[in-house]
């Protein structure tokens, strides 16, 4: 079964910081392109950042300079370093997987809540 599991959420103060991680398992072999995805109640989810498999990373405009996204092929696990967070970054977060982006896979999502 393929599995994509994130962990690392939770509530903070506005400028604080979180790192996500994203557990990956079942997959078949090949390489793929992964990135983060968050949605608010409501709201459409959108793309937070993603890194292709030579390592290529891509951020939305509104999180460049505070967050990074990061893999460890070895150890099958994506992150997501949140730093100076804002209320606006309150969301469930995702995490998903595909070849060539197309990004079927996806996990079930962890919390994060950013007080002002």
């Known amino acids: ?11 903070v103060q506005s400028g604080g910081s979180l790192r996500l ?11 793929y392109c992964m990135g983060w995805f968050r949605q608010a109640p ?8 993603r ?5 290529n990373t891509v ?3 509104s999180v460049k300079g505070r967050f990074s996204i990061s893999r ?17 970054d309150t969301a469930m977060y995702y995490c998903a997987a595909g070849r060539l982006c197309l990004f079927n896979y996806w996990g079930r999502g962890t919390q994060v809540t950013v007080s002002a």
């Open 72 to 88: 460890d092929k070895l150890k099958n696990t994506l992150y997501l370093q949140m730093n100076s967070l804002k209320p606006e």
């Open 1 to 11: 079964q393929v599995q994509l599991v994130e962990s690392g959420g939770g509530s």
């Open 59 to 61: 951020y939305r405009d």
């Open 42 to 49: 409501g709201k459409e989810r959108e793309m937070v950042a």
């Open 21 to 31: 991680s994203c557990a990956a398992s079942g997959f078949p072999g090949g390489d």
């Open 51 to 55: 890194i292709g498999t030579a390592g």
